[in-house]
């Protein structure tokens, strides 16, 4: 090391010894810290709901809507009347399961459809012209309107209940694909046109990587509405033989049974935080290691 | 020594450099002129070579069409009219952003060039090993770019434009992102690698002092349409010394470019 007056390379130095002098400093790598904060919140919020729930339950519904109690069973008779006796409990959780399994498949055909139809939109905007639109109108429209129509020419097995989740939730993940494949940073198009990259060459070593963060966004967008077109397409095929989630509650709601229903909307709800954290994770594991922001 | 000076209009003469067998030139522009679609005329009637172990730099305002000169160059833009003649295999492009894909750490990264160019996989790796050393990054294959400081992140953009071996650099204003200070250890990891090297290099830049320190040779440009307006032989020998910066004779020629460029902006 020469000393620090004379930091520079030598005239007359070895090629291969030559120093170098980095100044400027690489931004720090922020640590994973442990903060009470991510505890603390959502238990201390969590704490005050259950409280205004019971409240609501012995006081709250008589005083301000003049409503009987048992329209809202305190947590406690949720938790007894639904998952301490086991047939309420059998039948909540295989609907769960029923539920989970249309809403996975969903998503992952979702998934492949998406992104399918995204890339084909990226590579053409001719495709892109055709095919947004319809797309938006799919986003705009009340798809619950037409899952009568849809029950009565596919019947009430699991395949249309599987197309109408897609439906519901196939927007976010093209159009996030889409894009995230066309944000692609303009310097690094011409590197790549620079070295004579094949168009496939492109989609796969620049675009895909480079579009990864905002894939994944519309993932996790995607997987909750998948959950909820799962759910609410149930309610819909009534007379479904792998009875969902949605079917259940609907059959409690119809005997009026309500801490059964109150146990099958915490089910859901689990499912729905279980599938976010799912995603988060992923992404994490995915672009975490090189995205700028991740969270 | 004194600068040598020519006003570009009538034929240019040439003066000697060090060794000058008159080599064929790696870069001639042939009356090039170039007229976006959008009418705006970047550059008119330009003719000049660089030859191998010429270091030219461009000077000029902004907007008067410099870059315009590596896109055309580099084949990224066709010129509108006149031609370009270079050897496009031999030609190593450094951005004005380091332009590193987020997703791969500074190895693959510098990799990136000769992985699609076809290089095997151990050849790759290892001349990425060898460039990354060469600019000083060693130490620092597994980051990512997001690790890495401004300056940092242009060296390992100068690695990456090394794997290929090129013969002709074009730099396009590479350094105009980082600190004074900074650009100037860039400068002179430039300067080295030209030293040991002696590829043809076109660099494009707006800073006067760095032009001078780089260059064999600077040329001013005038704005839109982009034209050469004068030219400068810069006479020190290389390697050249980061004090180089502060000999009298240096501050003489920046301060003759400096007022050639003030005429050419009005």
Redesign the interface.
Known sequence: MSDLHNPYIVPGEDAGEVEHHILDAAPPTPKAKFEWSTVFGPLALFIVFMGLWQYMHESGLRTFFDKPGFLVPSPVTVINESFMRSRPRGKLLTGLQWTAFVAFIGLAITIVVGMALATIMARAKWAERAVYPYLVALQAMPVLAIVPVIAAVFGYGLGPRIFVCVMISIFPVASNTLFGLLSVDKGQHDLFTLSGASRLTRLFKLQFPSAMPAIFTGFRISAGLSVIGAVVGEQFFRQGSKPGIGIVIEEYRQKIRFPQIYGGLVLVAALGIAVFLLFGWLTKVVVGHWHESTR | MEATTQAHDDAPTRVPRMNDSVSAPALSFNGVSMVYPDGTHALSETTFDVRPGEFVTVVGPSGCGKSTLLKIA???HDPTTGSVTVDRKK?G?V???A?L????NVQRNVE??A???GVPKAERAQRATDAIQ????GGFER??????????KM?ASLARTLVLGPSVFLFDEPFGA??E??RE?LN??V??LFD?QRFAALFITHSISEAVFLSTKVMVMSARPGRIVAEYDIPFDY?R???LRFEPEFAHICGEISHALRGAHT
């Open positions: 580099s084949g990224l030609v492009y951005f004005q952003d332009t894909l987020q997703w791969r990136l060039l992985e699609l160019a060469m600019v000083g990054l980051k990512y770019p997001k690790q890495l400081s401004g300056g940092m060296r980082v600190d200070i900074t250890r002179d990891e300067i080295s040991r390697p010394v980061p004090d």
